[in-house]
C-alpha cells in the first residue's frame, strides 16, 4: 500500500531522510557537496523541531482553552544542556533519526557533537531548573520557565600551564534552531527616574513612576518536550533591545551616535551571565538584570490571564509562581506595583494576590551568598520598587510588633532593610514576607534554615516552611548519558523505572545473580574506557581504565573542598614514595569544574591540582598507580560521559555548607559509590542506599559549630598529624611548583591560619575513610554489589518526586494531558 508522509511529520527512514535533505537545501541553502558538518546538524535539528511543533502548539492551546493554572518557574539560570539528543529520547525517535542519518552516510554522533549547549546557568541552582522543566513537561504539568537569554553564557574554560583561562562562550554564532522570537508579545521595561503622587477622577492619591531609561524585552521561546507524552512546554527567555522611539529626541538634535549609543547600553543587559558564586554587591547590571527579566515574565502573565477574558482577581488561581533563589524575588515589589499603580487595585487586595502567587527556594546557607542591595543604588534604579518594600516593611513590622511587643532586636533583625551598618534591602526577607511557601532543597539544609539564617522568619510563620529534597532528571542523567547501562536494567525489569524511578528497587533481585553482576561490571568497564578515550583526547595524559575512578566535579568552591582531595593525593604520593613497592589499588584521580573568574583561591587551587598532577603522572616510582586528571571545560555535554565511569563519588564538602548537591545523586544513580561528609542530600542518600553502602567521614554540622564556637586552630592539627604536615610542607617547599616557594603560600597559609573550612580538622577522617574506599575495591564482587543497590535504592531522588512534591504542598497545580488534534 502507498503511504503518503508529510515531509515536516513523518517519521519512516525515507521521510526523514528526505527531510534532513529539505532543511539543508532550503534551510541551510547548501548542497550536500559543500554542506559543513554544522550545517548538517542544523538541518537535523530542524527535522527534529518540526516533529515537535504540533505537541508544542497543541500544548498551548489547551492550557488557554481549558484555563489551567500554570506554574511560572522564575529563574535566573537555565543550564539546560544540548537539546537535539534529549528531544529525540522523550520523542522516542532516537533510533529511527539514527538510522536516517547513517542511511545518508553521516556519522550520527559527529552531528550531535556539534551543538553547542546554551550554557546559560552556572551550575547546580541553573541545572536543578532545567531537570523541574524536563519533569514538569513529563508528569503533564503546565508550566513555563521564565528566564534570561544571555548572549553569552557560562565561559569557556581552558586550562593553559595549569590555570584557568575564560574564554566567551558563544553559543548564538551559528544560530539556535531551538527557539522562535516572538517579538509580537515584546514588553516594555522601565528603569530609574523618579516617582510623584497624583489625585486620580475619583479622587484617590496614586503614584507614578516618571523612569529615565525604558527597554524592551523580546521573548524566545524553546519547547520542553515530555518524556513519552504529547505535552510540550515552553521555556521563554527575554533579551533586552532598545525601544526605537525612546530617543527620537536625541534623534532629532542630529545626536545619532548618541541614539546608538543608548541602544548599545540597552542591549548590555541580557549580554553576559554573571558567576553567582563572585562577590555581586553592587553590580548595577546585575539587578538591572534581574528586574527585566522578572517584570517582562509578570507582565506576560497578566497578558495572558486578561487574553483569556479574566479578571486579575482570580490571578493567584491561575499563577503559581516559583522563585528559584532570591535572584528573581524583586518580583514580588513589581507585581504589587503593577497591580496597584498600572491596574489601580487597593493594597490589601494585591497583596492577598501576591502573597497566594509566589513560593520562594533557598539554595544556599552561606552569609556572604544572601543577596542585599545597597538603598542607594536600589533608589536610583527601581525609585517606586523601594517605596512599595518600605510599604511593604512597615505593614509586616506593624504586625511583628503586635506579636513580640517591645523586642526592638528582633524587629530589627526581621526588617527588609538592613540598618546594622550601610543601608541595604535584604532580598530573602523580601521573599519570605511576600511568598506563602518556602523551602529548602533538602532535609538537613531546611532544618539548618529554620535555625539559622531565617530562624526568626520560622518562628513567625512556621506553616510555611517544608522541605524539598531536590532530584535529578533519570531521562538525562540515565537514560541519555548511560544507554549501556540503562539497556541492562531495561533487559531485567522493563523500562517503566525511567518514569517512576522507584521501580529500579526490582534491581536487588539481582544483586546475587553472578551473570548480572558480571554484566554490570562490564558496562563500567566500557564507560570507564571510553572516558579514558576522552581524557586522552582533551590532556593527553594516558591512565589505566582499570584503576579506581576516583572523581570530583562540580564547581570549584574552598566550601566544597577540592583541596582536601589533594591533600590525599599527595599524602599518597609520599606514602608511595616511602615505600615503593607498597601494594595500593590503583587510583585515577579525575577532577572537573570551573572557578569564578575573580575567585582568585579557587584559581590557585585548580592550579595546584594540575601541578601535583605534572608531578605525580611523570613519576617512575608511581608508574601506574596514581594519575591525576584535571578535566577542562566540565558542563553539561562534558559532564554526561563523567559521571558513569565513576567507581567513587567525592562529595566532602564541610558539614552544614552544600545546600544539597545533586551532582552527588547523578554519580550515585549512575552506579558510583559516595564518599561524602553528612552534608546536604548525602544525609538522605545515605539513608537510601544503606550505611553499609556508603563511605562516611568528617565531623557533623552540628561539630562543626561547636568546634568553631569552642575556637578552632589548624596549626594544632597541623602540628600534631605528621602526614598532614608532610603533606603541606610538600606543597610549601615548591615540590610541585618548580621550586617556587610563594604559588602556594596563599592556599597553604590560609589552611594553617583560618581554615574556614576545616580540612584539617576533618584530614585524618578522610584519609581513613579513602583507606576502606581502596580495601573494597579490593572485593570486585561485593563492589558491584555495592553499586547495584546505590542504583537500586536511588528512586526517591528523581526530579519527578520532587515536583510531585511541589505541586501538592506548594502549587496546587494538577496534570493536564494533551489530546493530539489535526
Ligand atoms: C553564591 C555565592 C555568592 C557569593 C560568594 C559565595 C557563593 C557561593 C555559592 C553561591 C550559590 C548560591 C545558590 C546556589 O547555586 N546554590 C546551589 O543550589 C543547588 C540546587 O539547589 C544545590 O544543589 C547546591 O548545593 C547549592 O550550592
Known amino acids: 500500500s502507498i503511504v503518503v508522509e508529510d515531509d515536516r511529520t513523518g517519521l519512516s527512514i525515507t521521510t526523514l531522510k528526505r527531510a534532513i535533505a529539505d532543511n539543508l537545501f532550503y534551510n541551510q541553502g547548501k548542497f550536500p557537496t559543500i554542506a559543513s558538518k554544522n550545517d548538517y546538524y542544523l538541518a537535523l535539528a530542524y527535522t527534529v523541531r518540526d516533529r515537535l511543533v504540533h505537541h508544542w502548539l497543541n500544548t498551548v492551546q489547551t492550557y488557554l482553552k481549558q484555563e489551567v493554572k500554570v506554574v511560572c518557574y522564575l529563574s535566573a539560570e537555565f543550564l539546560m544542556g544540548p537539546h537535539l539528543n534529549n528531544n529525540l529520547i522523550n520523542l522516542g525517535i532516537e533510533s529511527r533519526i539514527r538510522q536516517a542519518v547513517e542511511e545518508l552516510g553521516l556519522d550520527f554522533q559527529e552531528l550531535v557533537d556539534q551543538e553547542e549547549e546554551p550554557g546559560l546557568g552556572n551550575g547546580g541552582l541553573g541545572r536543578l531548573a532545567a531537570c523541574y522543566l524536563d ?31 575564560e574564554i566567551t562562550d558563544k553559543w548564538l554564532q551559528y544560530g539556535n534552531p531551538w527557539e522562535i522570537a516572538r517579538p509580537e508579545y515584546s514588553v516594555q521595561v522601565n528603569l530609574g527616574g523618579h516617582t510623584e503622587t497624583y489625585v486620580d477622577r ?12 525604558v527597554i524592551k524585552g523580546i521573548p524566545y521561546d524553546t519547547p520542553i518536550v515530555g518524556y513519552q507524552v504529547n505535552t510540550a512546554n515552553t521555556l521563554r527567555l527575554w533579551k533586552a533591545e532598545a525601544i526605537e522611539s525612546f530617543n527620537f529626541q536625541t534623534f532629532n538634535i542630529g545626536n545619532y551616535y548618541g541614539a546608538v549609543n543608548e541602544k548599545i547600553y540597552s542591549e548590555n543587559i541580557t549580554k553576559v551571565l554573571y558567576p553567582n558564586d563572585e562577590q555581586l554587591q553592587g553590580k548595577q547590571l546585575r539587578l538591572e538584570q534581574q528586574y527585566f527579566f522578572v517584570s517582562c515574565s509578570l507582565q506576560d502573565m497578566i497578558r495572558l490571564h486578561l487574553s483569556t477574558g479574566n479578571s486579575l482577581d482570580t490571578f493567584d488561581g491561575k499563577f503559581a509562581i516559583q522563585l ?23 493594597w490589601e487586595q494585591a497583596w492577598s494576590i501576591t502573597e497566594k502567587s509566589f513560593g520562594y527556594t533557598n539554595h544556599t546557607l552561606l552569609p556572604e551568598a544572601l543577596e542585599k542591595w545597597s538603598l542607594e543604588l536600589f533608589n536610583r ?59 529548602g532543597v ?94 586522552r583526547q582533551r590532556t593527553g595524559i594516558i591512565v589505566n581504565p582499570n584503576s579506581l575512578f576516583d572523581i570530583q566535579a562540580k564547581r570549584i568552591h574552598e566550601y566544597k573542598r577540592q583541596h582536601l582531595n589533594a591533600l590525599h593525593i599527595i599524602t599518597l604520593y609520599n606514602c608511595l614514595k616511602q615505600n615503593p613497592n607498597l601494594d595500593v589499588i590503583p587510583r585515577t584521580f579525575i577532577f572537573g569544574g570551573k572557578a569564578a573568574p575573580g575567585y582568585w583561591m579557587a584559581k590557585l587551587m585548580i592550579k595546584l591540582i594540575n601541578s601535583v598532577g605534572e ?8 608508574c601506574d598507580r596514581m594519575k591525576v586528571v584535571f578535566f577542562p571545560d566540565y558542563n553539561v555535554t562534558n559532564a554526561q560521559p563523567i559521571y558513569p565511569a565513576a567507581d567513587l563519588s567525592e562529595q566532602i564538602s564541610t558539614a552544614g555548607k552544600e545546600a544539597s548537591g545533586t551532582g552527588n545523586m547523578k554519580f550515585s544513580l549512575n552506579g558510583a559509590l559516595t564518599i561524602g561528609t553528612l552534608d546536604g542530600a548525602n544525609v538522605e542518600i545515605r539513608e537510601e542506599v544503606g550505611a553499609e553502602n556508603f563511605f562516611l567521614f568528617g565531623l557533623t554540622a552540628a561539630e562543626v559549630q561547636q568546634l568553631k564556637t569552642k575556637g578552632y586552630n589548624p596549626r594544632d592539627y597541623y602540628n600534631s598529624n605528621p602526614q598532614l604536615k608532610a603533606a603541606i610542607d610538600l606543597i610549601n617547599s615548591g ?51 555495592m553499586s547495584i543497590l546505590n542504583v537500586a535504592r536511588m528512586g526517591k531522588f528523581s526530579s519527578d518526586r520532587a515536583i510531585k512534591e511541589y505541586c501538592r504542598d506548594i502549587w496546587n497545580v494538577a496534570p493536564v494531558p494533551i489530546e493530539l488534534e489535526d
Open 202 to 213: 475619583d479622587g484617590n492619591y496614586r503614584v507614578r513612576w516618571l523612569p529615565d531609561r
Open 615 to 622: 608531578i605525580v603522572n611523570q613519576d617512575p616510582d608511581i
Open 381 to 439: 534604579l527601581l525609585p517606586r520598587h523601594l517605596e512599595i518594600i518600605y510599604e511593604i516593611n512597615r505593614r509586616f513590622l506593624d504586625r511583628v510588633r503586635i506579636k513580640y511587643p517591645q523586642d526592638n532586636d528582633k524587629l530589627a533583625r526581621l526588617s527588609l532593610i538592613d540598618e546594622t551598618g550601610a543601608r541595604y534591602v535584604r532580598m530573602a526577607h523580601l521573599a519570605c514576607v511576600g511568598s506563602h511557601a518556602i523551602n
Open 324 to 346: 528559584n533563589d532570591t535572584h528573581p524575588a524583586i518580583a514580588i515589589a513589581e507585581l504589587m506595583r503593577l497591580l496597584i499603580d498600572e491596574r489601580f487595585m487597593d
Open 735 to 785: 615540590f610541585f611548583s618548580h621550586g617556587d616557594t610563594e604559588l602556594f603560600k596563599p592556599l597553604t597559609e590560609s589552611l594553617l591560619n583560618y581554615d574556614p573550612y576545616l580540612l584539617f580538622a576533618d584530614y585524618q577522617s578522610y584519609i581513613d575513610c579513602q583507606k576502606k574506599v581502596s580495601q573494597a575495591f579490593r572485593d570486585r564482587a561485593n563492589w558491584t554489589k
Open 135 to 165: 519533569s514538569m513537561a513529563t508528569l503533564e504539568i503546565p508550566a513555563i520557565g521564565y528566564g534570561i537569554r544571555y548572549e553569552f553564557g557560562i565561559f569557556d574554560q581552558e586550562i593553559r600551564d595549569g590555570w584557568q583561562v
Open 442 to 535: 533538602a532535609e538537613l539544609h531546611t532544618h539548618l534554615l529554620q535555625q539559622t539564617v531565617l530562624k526568626d522568619f520560622y518562628q513567625l510563620f512556621p506553616e510555611k516552611f517544608s522541605n524539598k529534597t531536590n532530584g535529578v532528571t533519570p531521562r538525562r542523567w540515565m537514560v541519555l548519558s548511560n544507554p549501556r547501562l540503562t539497556k541492562l536494567i531495561c533487559s531485567k525489569i522493563g523500562d517503566s523505572w525511567i518514569k517512576n524511578l522507584d521501580e529500579l528497587r526490582k534491581l536487588e533481585q539481582f544483586v546475587d545473580d553472578s551473570a548480572f553482576c558480571q554484566q554490570w561490571q562490564q558496562i563500567k568497564q566500557e564507560v570507564k574506557q571510553d572516558l579514558a578515550i576522552r581524557i
